[in-house]
């Protein structure tokens, strides 16, 4: 099978949305790769799940998925079987049983990580000044003012539900980890890398390295494009 027949179907994470891979999708087009960004409605996670399986019932053969930050949980939760390798970017990766907030959580926030409370509406929005901060504090100042202004908030009803068996322990599983990550320390995706036995691609880069060093991003995923067209 050539890579051209495995497509890279990418999710987006909390207070993001599909243009955050915009400099990742360039690259693989120019290369005749299929690749589909995924909205989710970040409104609850059986909503995010059902919106991802939606995105992947439109996309024939063999799938790469991909996910940054809270989507880690979202594409682990799905049970396409065309899915044939999983990348997390920067991602969290709750295990069965734990709630996306448990793997948030577990380990002591980095000092800028901005203090996070639900609205009168239980959405979860990202402070402005956060994004410069610690979402992506090595992003230009026209791409922090694209990611604030896009940004889409998260509900509660995500990040506290329990998961089922997730799908990184039946799949080849690449993790980048972002040693420069103000939003999930690196200490935290080490220990989700490693409890998921993936590939571990640690790079200093920061929570949002798809805007911010894109290429990184795009190697990692080829590399798993490369093993699923195998």
């Not at 891979?21 to 299929?34: E, M, S, T």
């Not at 609850?44 to 998925?65: K, M, N, Q």
């Not at 609205?119 to 410069?132: K, N, Q, R, T, V």
């Not at 990040?159 to 935290?188: G, Y």
Request: net charge negative; glycine share 4%.
């Amino acid at each position: 099978m050539s890579s051209n027949n495995v497509s890279a179907v990418l999710v987006h994470g909390a207070w993001a949305d599909g243009s955050s891979w915009a400099k990742v999708i360039a690259p693989f087009a120019a290369d005749g790769i299929k690749v589909v960004a995924t909205p989710l409605p970040l409104t609850s996670f059986r909503d995010d799940v059902a919106a991802l399986d939606r995105t992947l019932d439109r996309v024939t053969g063999s799938i790469v998925l991909v996910g940054h930050a809270y989507a880690g949980a979202v594409i682990a939760a799905t049970r396409d079987e065309k899915v044939m390798g999983l990348v997390y970017v920067a991602a969290l990766a709750p295990d069965e049983g734990e709630t996306v907030a448990d793997v948030f959580y577990r380990t002591e926030p980095h000092p800028k990580a901005p203090k996070l409370a639900p609205d009168d509406h239980g959405l979860i929005y990202l402070p402005e000044s956060a994004f410069a901060a610690a979402f992506a504090q090595n992003a230009a100042a026209g791409e922090l003012a694209v990611l604030a202004a896009v940004q889409r908030p998260i509900a509660l009803a995500c990040i506290t539900v329990t998961v089922n068996r997730p799908l990184w322990k039946d799949r080849p599983t690449w993790f980048l980890v972002a040693e420069q990550d103000r939003m999930i320390v690196h200490e935290n995706q080490r220990f989700m890398a490693q409890r998921m036995k993936a590939r571990v691609r640690a790079q200093p880069v920061d929570h949002t390295p798809m805007v911010t060093a894109p290429s990184i991003v795009v190697d990692v995923i080829r590399e798993a494009i490369a093993e699923a067209a195998g």
